[in-house]
């Protein structure tokens, strides 16, 4: 009753070319987009070390936006939340968050990358939260050993400075040494298994790094 | 491109998609919309596919996933109109039977249609059309029963 050729086509002249232009212009874009969020993060890792007091946020203050499920409780003056919020699927080895812009694919252990950028009244960006929550588990990759990936890979070249509790979790203030000098971040890592990147440009003190760990928490 | 591979793959599969597309969509522009996503998008993830070792049923998976998905953002499901009239010219019905199937086949539920182009027309089982709709191996059988008992009995109604 159904015969495959009562339903063949036949393929375009261009088709194929048409598929090639449309993979290339994929990945053209996703390579851009991830680099951006690539160079985005890493800038908020340099700060630099100065001995200030911390300006920590008031225990319960109003949240000032929302990232990934995250309420975000505090942000250094003067900084305003981009609306816009970035998220993507990656996929995730011992090796780190892959950012080669191709999608998972079956078998492949992945994250959901999202981040808030605050600016500055210039239009400037200064304050990076990147929240990487395991997605995908596989046999070989359970959420536990996702988060160890993420983990290890936020933190390449830097060493731990100091270890604190936070509404979000257990964090973790970061540094490493660049021509610029010390660079700091905060690395969050909640109890579900979700790993969260607090870092800015150099403007931050590694204070304020600390204030804004502390003013993330669950909804 | 990156991958040689995809290449080869391109060319070997591109018909199968265009005749599962136009099966799934029963309209050739439609049916070339479809294949040329899916290809892009399994293109775009070609070095985790050739890792899974079965990109054409990748591409199955992607071509029924997208298709659904459009279904079920535009949820008005077109049903064909059956004509009332009797065919007595066999040597017609014969000729026309492809476009009767067509019709019939825009009758049935995405669902089902999408468990009869993926049984009779890439010869998957049902543990494979179960993966790809994300349902029991128990609703695909109850999605073929239903699809082929309906073209059955609206063919021979028809003739």
New interface residues.
């Given amino acids: 009753?159904?015969?495959?050729s009562?339903?063949?086509?036949p393929?375009?002249a261009d088709?194929?070319d048409?598929?090639?232009r449309?993979?290339?212009r994929?990945?053209r874009f996703?390579a851009v987009a991830v680099a951006g969020c690539v160079v985005l993060g890493l800038s908020g890792i340099s700060v630099a070390a100065r001995p200030e007091p911390d300006r920590g946020p008031a225990v319960h203050a109003p949240a000032i936006g929302d990232v990934a499920g995250l309420h975000i409780g505090y942000a250094p003056p003067g900084l305003r939340l981009d609306p816009r919020v970035n998220s993507s699927v990656h996929?995730v080895t011992e090796k780190g968050l892959d950012t080669?812009?191709?999608?998972?694919?079956?078998?492949?252990a992945s994250a959901v990358v999202t981040m808030r950028v605050f600016v500055k009244a210039n239009g400037g960006n200064q304050l990076f939260i990147t929240v990487l929550a395991p997605f995908r588990t596989t046999p070989r990759a359970d959420r536990a050993t996702i988060t160890r990936w993420l983990s290890d890979w936020s933190t390449i070249g830097l060493e731990k400075v100091d270890e604190f509790t936070v509404p979000a979790g257990t964090a973790r203030l970061m540094r490493g040494q660049t021509t610029d000098g010390p660079k700091h971040q905060v690395l969050i890592t909640a109890a579900d298994g979700t790993v969260i990147d607090v870092g800015g440009n150099a403007e931050l003190t590694a204070a304020e790094l600390r204030a804004v760990a502390q003013g993330l928490s669950r909804g | 491109m990156r991958d040689a591979g995809f290449e080869t793959f391109l060319r070997e599969s591109t018909a199968g998609l265009l005749r599962l597309g136009n099966v799934l969509t029963l309209d050739p522009a439609a049916a070339e919309d479809l294949a040329q996503e899916t290809l892009i998008r399994v293109g775009t993830s070609w070095s985790r596919v050739r890792k899974d070792g079965n990109p054409v049923g990748y591409a199955q998976r992607t071509m029924i996933n997208l298709f659904l998905n459009e279904r079920r953002r535009r949820r008005a499901i077109p049903v064909a109109t059956v004509p009332e009239t009797a065919r007595e010219d066999t040597a017609l019905a014969s000729v026309e039977s492809s476009a009767v199937i067509r019709q019939i086949l825009a009758g049935l539920p995405p669902q089902q249609r999408a468990a009869v182009a993926l049984r009779y027309l890439a010869d998957l089982p049902d543990e494979e059309i179960a993966a790809i709709l994300g349902c029991t191996t128990g609703t695909v059988r109850s999605h073929l029963s239903r699809g082929l008992s309906t073209l059955r009995g609206r063919v021979t109604k028809k003739r």
């Fill in positions: 009753m159904l015969s495959k009562d339903f063949d086509l393929v375009p088709f194929t048409r598929v090639r449309g993979v290339r994929r990945r996703r996929v080669d812009g191709a999608d998972p694919g079956p078998g492949d």
